[in-house]
């Protein structure tokens, strides 16, 4: 079982920058940040495999940065250029690695959680 516990949610204005923090029991998985809005499916925002490799959604490329630091067991989410549509309940997560140590698709993550609420403001 994974421990997983979020931070750094905030309220800003458009155009302004957050970084989210996950505290995590254990890093051996691979870890991803997520997100839901009001009235809206959970989606996956970035997630990063045990190479350090990163992947983005396409509505979050250019923006958003994830990184891990192993030693702290910490994961983050730099969140640059915040707009109004990135308004959301953000979630971390862990899953297992496949065999080629690579990140499952986003609905075989197993771990979560409570989530960190980030407002964007125009």
């Known amino acids: 079982q994974v421990q997983l516990a979020e931070s750094g949610g905030d309220s800003v204005q458009a155009g302004g920058s957050l970084r989210l923090s996950c505290s995590a029991s254990?890093?051996?998985?691979?870890m991803g940040w997520f997100r839901q809005a009001p009235g809206k499916e959970r989606e996956a925002v970035a997630d990063?495999?045990?190479?350090?490799?990163?992947s983005y959604a396409d509505s979050v490329k250019g923006r958003f940065y994830i990184s891990q630091d192993n030693a702290k067991s910490t994961l983050y989410l730099q969140m640059n250029n915040l707009k109004p549509e990135d308004t959301a309940m953000y979630y971390c997560?862990?899953?297992?690695?496949?065999?080629?140590?690579?990140?499952?698709?986003?609905?075989?993550?197993?771990?979560w959680g409570q989530g960190t609420q980030v407002t964007v403001s125009s």
């Open positions: 254990e890093t051996s998985y691979c």
């Open positions: 990063i495999d045990s190479d350090g490799i990163p």
């Open positions: 997560a862990a899953g297992e690695l496949g065999s080629d140590y690579d990140c499952p698709p986003p609905s075989d993550f197993e771990y």
